[in-house]
């Protein structure tokens, strides 16, 4: 009898330990980041303010209007300030994306990779979150980032077609967002480092971080704030998603 109870003690002991505790079902999770930053068979649209920093230059700013179709993955991106750059834009449909440059009036190709201008953001930052599509998670762990907790997530690309090969994800705990994003190269040298400041809007039952700031790791002090404004979910005219759309957008 007394080793019937120690053994019981012992599993008790190791239970609460959290030893046995069931381990979070993380590729769901990934699957809820994706569904919290994407709106489904709603548009979005929403102004972003991008302010880069570079050591010895003054702080640029870049102003542009995003429209987005989660549905069937397309965006358009239109440059509004500065003056210099007003209507040159960025078109995604299907698996192209096009620049317009409203000065010459031609579309070249481009690719989701590409920075938007000067900054630290690229195309693919302002298309929806496809992490689960993209990525397969390689590795798990918890860290505490500021006042949250987080999980951590290691997820190696499926497909050549992504910035970045190699992403370290930490998503809170307690709601399905991301905290912090490590893009990481090939050969497993750190790009840059992702920080979605928890300050966040709530639009169509999703939620947008208002604030997300980029650190290029490779040229210390080089970064990118970009700040969210104007959101809006509902159903655009389908010619938004259209080269005459930006062709006539001045």
Known sequence: MKRIS???????LVAGSG??????????MLKSVDDMGSFGNQDYSA??????????ENPSTIQVKLFRRDLHDQFVILIQKPEKQKGQGYLKIDDNVWFYDPESGNFSHSTIKENIQNSEAKNSDLKKYTFSED???????EAKIGAYDVWVLDLKAKTNEVSYQHIRLSIRKDKSVPL?????????????????????INAGGKIIPAKIK??????????????ISEVAVGKLADTTFTKAFLERAQ
């Open 214 to 227: 980029m650190v290029n790791e490779l040229n210390k002090g080089e970064q990118s704030l970009l700040t």
């Open 180 to 200: 912090k994003e490590e893009d990481f190269s090939v050969s497993e040298r750190l790009m840059r480092t992702v920080y979605y400041l928890p300050n966040y």
């Open 135 to 141: 990525y397969e998670i390689t590795k798990t762990g």
């Open 19 to 28: 030893l046995y505790a069931q381990a979070p079902n993380f590729a769901a």
């Open 47 to 56: 102004t972003y303010d991008i302010v880069t920093e570079k050591p010895g």
């Open 6 to 12: 120690l053994l019981i003690l012992l599993a008790g």
